[in-house]
T-cell receptor
């Protein structure tokens, strides 16, 4: 365990379903991130929360909706996804959002959209 | 924009030394990080260079040349468990998130 826990580990959903991914950390970190990892592509930043405020949204389609109720929890709500959204979704946290703070990643949720 | 280039695959023999290169183009460069990810696992932080030169942590070392926009990760005394993907990532000034490369898949063979 890295200290960042993601659930579920695997998720299969239909294009009309609504589901949520959960991320939890108790490291005392104040910044949390959602990344999408697809084969042979760089990790794509989706959302950044710093001190529970969304500070960056990287042109992500509205079918992905993040929520950060407190500094320990981060959610990614999914609805009407497309097959190309199938990927590994990684959550990460860092002490602060800054250049020299290492990220701690969770093991990810493997999402398959059918 | 930013871009990072690293080889997609590298194969090396157990006990040998391997170097994984990373070149980057970005404005406001602050530092270069390396992460390791085993299949099915979480990326884990390995090293961070903000200044030119070599940083050594056990069998792993990381090097940065800011003037050449270049860095590398050096793995010595390779072990089978080192088979994984290795990502370089650029930090930029101004509290911006890390930007990652596509990763290098290292296969260690007997």
């Amino acid at each position: 365990e890295t200290g960042v826990t993601q659930t579920p580990r695997h998720l299969v959903m239909g294009m009309t379903n609504k589901k949520s991914l959960k991320c939890e950390q108790h490291l005392g970190h104040n910044a949390m991130y959602w990344y999408k990892q697809s084969a042979k592509k760089p990790l794509e930043l989706m959302f950044v929360y710093s001190l529970e405020e969304r500070v960056e949204n990287n042109s992500v389609p509205s079918r992905f909706s993040p929520e950060c109720p407190n500094s320990s929890h981060l959610f990614l709500h999914l609805h009407t996804l497309q097959p190309e959204d199938s990927a590994l979704y990684l959550c990460a946290s860092s002490l602060l959002q800054g250049a020299n703070y290492g990220y701690t990643f969770g093991s990810g949720t493997r999402l398959t959209v059918v | 924009g930013q871009s990072l280039e690293q080889p997609s695959e590298v194969t090396a023999v157990e006990g040998a030394i391997v170097q994984i290169n990373c070149t980057y183009q970005t404005s406001g460069f602050y530092g270069l990080s390396w992460y390791q990810q085993h299949d099915g696992g979480a990326p884990t932080f390995l090293s961070y260079n903000a200044l030119d030169g070599l940083e050594e942590t056990g069998r792993f070392s990381s090097f940065l040349s800011r003037s050449d926009s270049y860095g590398y990760l050096l793995l010595q005394e390779l072990q089978m468990k080192d088979s994984a993907s290795y990502f370089c990532a650029v930090s930029r000034a101004g509290n911006t998130p890390l930007v990652f490369g596509k990763g290098t898949r290292l296969s260690v063979i007997a």
